[in-house]
């Protein structure tokens, strides 16, 4: 069994990457705006280029969670794992351009077949 704490801590893990993922949702809308195109990676978001995202979400890490981005001509999809699974999570998130967020609650990424979040 899980200590009261533990979960408590892997919750706010869970939702301060669901935050990251708005946040990485509101950079690419204001990429897009200026350059007529969606970043292909977190880097092109972060302060080394359009300084959109801090410096540790660029680099793909933050708050117990792993996060990729990939972009194409036509959007975008945001992937984010626990770090350490299930110690700093105990759900992987997926989203894209639609901005619906997505999870699975295993180990397995979240893919777009991934229920809703509710």
Same mark, same amino acid.
């Given at each position: 069994? @899980? ?13 301060? $990457? ?7 949702? =509101? $950079? ?20 080394? $280029?359009?300084?959109? #995202? ?23 999809? *945001? ?8 110690? !700093?999570?105990? !759900? =992987? ?6 901005? #619906? #967020? !997505?999870?699975?609650?295993?180990? @397995?990424?979240?893919? *777009?077949?991934?229920?809703? #979040?509710?």
């Amino acid at each position: 069994m @899980v200590p009261p704490l533990a979960r408590v801590r892997t919750h706010e893990y869970e939702l301060s $990457a669901i935050s990251q993922i708005s946040t990485l949702h =509101t $950079a690419e809308t204001q990429y897009y705006s200026q350059f007529g195109r969606f970043a292909s990676n977190l880097g092109e978001l972060g302060p080394a $280029a359009a300084d959109l #995202i801090p410096a540790d979400l660029a680099r793909g890490v933050k708050g117990g969670y792993r996060f990729a981005l990939t972009g194409s001509p036509t959007g975008y999809t *945001i992937q984010a794992r626990p770090v350490s699974y299930p110690d !700093r999570g105990r !759900r =992987t998130f997926f989203s894209d351009q639609t901005m #619906i #967020i !997505r999870e699975s609650w295993d180990p @397995v990424p979240a893919s *777009i077949q991934s229920p809703e #979040i509710r």
